[in-house]
């Protein structure tokens, strides 16, 4: 299959990897294939495989325990594979990356838990987050381009913050915390976007407020969303979008929700708990 892709390996070139030159000429962005993940025996991935298309927005559910974090940790190079093929695009072999190359080369990882900085307002988090220099207090005396507050104003937009822009981050109700964290992800303008469990602990309203801005994101870069909400996964995936579904550390089941919803195993495994 990889040689049919036409990937070849570039080990050890992590640090000349540029921004936004992943080769999605065969239309993939991720390429997961048999990857395999121990833990002191324990197979936590056994043989997963998994496609994501350029721009697509996947969903991923599953029973606790089924290796959706693991196979997060895979990608973002967290964790190392037993054995398997990992690759963003046709040239880039994640396996042989480390996590700041992968990052580097423009997938974002959105924990579940918010991490942003309480004691910052809402724009100083974000121009920290567009920041090239991590040291802070450097960042922050450093006067932004007009480009710079361009792209801030934009993304207070896209993520429904303008009104509580001065506000110090740790003001902030959860679901504002996890738009804000998203937004500091979208400075770094990733080309893979990974979500853990987004909505989880946000009220019904912010639910759907986030479910608008990530169905918002569409076209400007894949993401690959986590979730046990299924309402939210719902208003993800609409009629046709694609929904994985893994259990004991492989794909179950894949296909539109309606389809994985009326899958047998799925509901016996995972659904119908
Ligand atoms: N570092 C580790 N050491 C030992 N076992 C681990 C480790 N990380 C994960 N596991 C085990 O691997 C399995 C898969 O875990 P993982 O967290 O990937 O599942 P998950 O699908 O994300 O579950 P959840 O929905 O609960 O977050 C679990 O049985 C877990 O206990």
Same mark, same amino acid.
Request: charged residues 20%; negative net charge.
């Given at each position: 299959m990889s040689a049919n892709l036409g990937i070849h390996s570039d080990a050890g070139l992590g640090h000349l990897y540029e921004r936004g030159?992943?080769?999605?000429?065969?239309?993939?962005?991720?390429?997961?294939?048999?990857?395999?993940?121990?833990?002191?025996?324990?197979?936590?991935?056994?043989?997963?495989?998994?496609?994501?298309?350029?721009?697509?927005?996947?969903?991923?559910?599953?029973?606790?325990?089924?290796?959706?974090?693991?196979?997060?940790?895979?990608?973002?190079?967290?964790?190392?594979?037993?054995?398997?093929?990992?690759?963003?695009?046709q040239t880039m072999d994640l396996t042989r990356m480390d996590e700041a190359a992968i990052a580097q080369a423009g997938v974002g990882r959105k924990f579940q838990k918010p991490t942003v900085f309480e004691n910052h307002t809402v724009w100083q988090n974000l121009d920290l987050a567009r920041a090239t220099d991590k040291r802070w207090f450097k960042s922050l005396r450093a006067r932004p381009s007009a480009q710079a507050i361009g792209a801030i104003e934009a993304t207070l937009e896209r993520t429904a913050l303008t009104d509580v822009v001065q506000r110090p981050a740790g003001e902030l109700s959860h679901g504002q915390k996890q738009r804000l964290e998203i937004?500091?992800?979208?400075?770094?303008?990733?080309?893979?976007?990974?979500?853990?469990?987004?909505?989880? =602990?946000?009220?019904?309203?912010?639910?759907?407020?986030?479910?608008?801005?990530?169905?918002?994101?569409?076209?400007?870069?894949?993401?690959?969303?986590?979730?046990?909400?299924?309402?939210?996964?719902?208003?993800?995936?609409?009629?046709?979008?694609?929904?994985?579904?893994?259990?004991? =550390?492989?794909?179950?089941?894949?296909?539109?929700?309606?389809?994985?919803?009326?899958?047998?195993?799925?509901?016996?495994?995972?659904?119908?708990?």
């Open positions: 030159k992943i080769d999605v000429s065969h239309g993939q962005i991720l390429y997961l294939e048999d990857v395999q993940v121990s833990f002191d025996g324990f197979k936590a991935l056994r043989g997963l495989s998994l496609t994501i298309e350029d721009n697509e927005l996947r969903c991923i559910i599953g029973p606790n325990g089924a290796g959706k974090t693991t196979m997060m940790d895979v990608v973002t190079g967290k964790t190392r594979p037993d054995a398997g093929t990992v690759f963003l695009g937004g500091m992800l979208l400075m770094q303008e990733p080309r893979l976007l990974l979500l853990d469990e987004p909505a989880a =602990g946000i009220s019904d309203d912010e639910t759907m407020q986030l479910a608008e801005l990530l169905n918002s994101l569409r076209g400007s870069c894949s993401m690959l969303v986590v979730e046990h909400d299924m309402a939210f996964v719902a208003a993800l995936a609409g009629e046709s979008g694609r929904v994985t579904v893994l259990a004991e =550390g492989s794909v179950l089941a894949e296909g539109t929700l309606a389809q994985v919803q009326s899958d047998e195993r799925v509901i016996e495994s995972y659904l119908g708990r």
